[in-house]
């Protein structure tokens, strides 16, 4: 394990193919998660419940999207210029 992550244009082509699938894993992994959260605040809109059970779901949601590691589009552009994909 790493101590810090490294720059995409550092890593060799087995680690970016290696990032590209955990990127594929990791995002359908995520649409799961973030579709019960949000069935979550939905149902707490719907039961007139407002409070921490709708904010904290929210903020997950949020979270998760801002917290992926290297840009999907990065991962892309680089496997492309390599002659990976």
């Known amino acids: 394990m790493e101590a810090t992550p490294k720059n995409l244009s550092e890593l060799t082509d087995q680690e970016l193919l290696a990032e590209a699938k955990k990127q594929k894993s990791g995002a359908i992994i995520n649409a799961v998660f973030i579709g019960f959260l949000v069935g979550i605040v939905f149902y707490s809109v719907l039961s007139n419940a ?3 059970f709708t904010l904290l779901p929210l903020f997950l949601v949020y979270t998760l ?3 992926s590691k290297y840009s ?3 991962v892309e552009v680089l496997l ?3 002659g990976l994909r």
């Open 50 to 52: 407002y409070g921490l």
């Open 65 to 67: 999207i801002k917290n």
């Open 72 to 74: 999907t589009k990065e």
């Open 80 to 82: 492309k210029e390599r």
